[in-house]
């Protein structure tokens, strides 16, 4: 009784996010949609056995790409107005696509590939799929598996690559000139008069009387 109450919240909660997804208009109600999404599907897949699929869909989707989206979607400057008034333009093409895919559904449906026949695995202690996903991870996949690894590390880099702009307004700090600077050069001297200020600048400016007014 409770995995199917877990299983209809969970995928009535992916059926909500993805719609979310594609009606929402403003990018960052787009990307909690997604968070939505992914979040369910994680939970279908620990219902199945599948934990670290679902694991990996909380780890890496929730943790790190669905991040990265807000971190570009803050960066960026977006006309929201620009992005409704092309989204009409490309209604047709995601109901065809639509269309498609539900098409694809019943076909698979009517040759009985979304059949109920449950194999029976074999009795006895079985590691769990965790510890065998990691098994041939790092053994028989070891290479393939660096260098995907790789491949997302490139990617990060041309992502701050392309989204840094240089400034020439803004004064930088020279660890080496800060380093090599004497005690006689950051530190000067000075005995002021009575009643006057530091600095040439403020000393022009400077009328004890006015002063002494205003406090009065």
């Not at 510890?131 to 790092?138: A, E, K, M, P, R």
Request: no cysteine.
């Amino acid at each position: 009784m409770l995995p199917d109450i877990l299983f209809l919240l969970f995928s009535t909660g992916v059926l909500v996010g993805a719609g979310l997804i594609i009606a929402a208009r403003n990018p960052m109600v787009g990307m909690l949609g997604m968070l939505v999404t992914f979040l369910n599907a994680a939970g279908l897949f620990i219902l199945f056995g599948a934990e670290f699929l679902g694991l990996l869909l909380i780890m890496v989707y929730l943790g790190a790409i669905a991040v990265m989206f807000l971190f570009v979607l803050m960066t960026i400057d977006i006309e929201f107005y620009q992005i409704r008034e092309k989204a009409k333009a490309y209604l047709p093409i995601g109901l065809l696509t639509v269309g498609i895919l539900a098409a694809e559904f019943i076909l698979a449906a009517n040759f009985g590939l979304f059949s109920t026949n449950i194999t029976v695995l074999p009795t006895g202690p079985q590691p769990s799929n965790i510890v065998q996903i990691g098994n041939v991870l790092f053994t028989t996949y070891a290479l393939p598996f660096q260098l995907a690894g790789l491949v997302l590390l490139t990617a990060m880099v041309g992502a701050i690559v392309l989204t840094h702009r240089p400034r020439s307004d803004v004064k930088r700090q020279d660890i080496g000139k800060q380093n090599l600077r004497t005690k006689e050069e950051a530190i000067s001297l000075a005995k002021p008069k009575t009643g006057a200020a530091m600095g040439q600048g403020v000393a022009k400016h400077w009328n004890p009387k006015s002063v002494s007014k205003k406090v009065k």
